[in-house]
């Protein structure tokens, strides 16, 4: 079964840090650039950042450059979001998704509350 | 930033009635645009890619028209499970913008 699943999620005070993994099963993980896209509570979708499939090409939205790293490890078949300096905006259902954009998988997504 | 604007924001049919949605790009991305189908508590579900392509496994009374700068979202007729939240996304440029959704709702 294709399959990705978020973890990492939870309630952080603003200025800090998470990390968000994603594990995919049922796909030839190496083989497609993957990327995070995030839905703020009750609004739209926004794309956050996608990675090549070797990990040598990365992206990312203006309003997260410089604070979030996403990585990958193809042996694992995982995907990782590393988000520092979180602010109050960040509140976020995070989905891992595949491909570099027409994401055609979707993880069930991981909810991130940036709060004190 | 290439911003996309959908509408109508709400728009209520009934069960087997067509529906059409628009979606504008503030500068032409060629026929760079997906279509994706929220429903409550539900991750996105990919319908249509490169403007005009159904994803795997959509029923064929989705389809997808357009190219520049003016797309169109096309349910032939509607069934109960179509009512949900619709948005586009482009790649024509980064960052991969999405416009704000389409709630389709019911009449």
């Known amino acids: 079964e294709v399959q990705l699943v978020e973890s990492g999620g939870g309630l952080v005070q603003p200025g800090g840090s998470l990390r968000l993994s994603c594990a995919a099963s049922?796909?030839?993980?190496?083989?497609?650039?993957m990327s995070w896209v995030r839905q703020a509570p009750g609004k739209g979708l926004e794309w956050v950042a996608n990675?090549?499939?070797?990990?040598?090409?990365?992206y990312y939205v203006d309003s997260v450059r410089g604070r979030f790293t996403i990585s990958r490890d193809n042996a694992k078949n995982s995907l990782f979001l590393q988000m520092n300096g979180l602010r109050a905006e960040d509140t976020a259902v995070y989905y891992c998704?595949?491909?570099?954009?027409?994401?055609?998988?979707w993880g069930q997504g991981t909810m991130v509350t940036v709060s004190s | 930033e290439i911003v996309l604007t959908q509408s109508p924001a709400t728009l209520s049919l009934s069960p087997g009635e067509r529906a059409t949605l628009s979606c504008r790009a503030s500068?032409?991305?060629?026929?760079?645009l997906a279509w994706y189908q929220q429903k409550p508590g539900q991750a996105p579900r990919l319908l249509i890619y490169?403007?005009?392509n159904r994803a795997t496994g959509i029923p064929a009374r989705f389809s997808g028209s357009g190219s520049g700068t003016d797309f169109t979202l096309t349910i032939s007729s509607l069934e109960p499970e179509d009512f949900a939240v619709y948005y586009c996304?482009?790649?024509?440029?980064?960052?991969?913008?999405f416009g704000q959704g389409t709630k389709l709702e019911i009449k």
């Open positions: 998704a595949k491909g570099a954009w027409a994401f055609d998988i």
């Open positions: 049922g796909i030839t993980f190496r083989t497609y650039w």
């Open positions: 990675i090549k499939q070797d990990g040598s090409e990365k």
């Open positions: 500068q032409s991305i060629s026929n760079y």
């Open positions: 490169d403007a005009s």
């Open positions: 996304q482009q790649r024509n440029n980064r960052p991969y913008t």
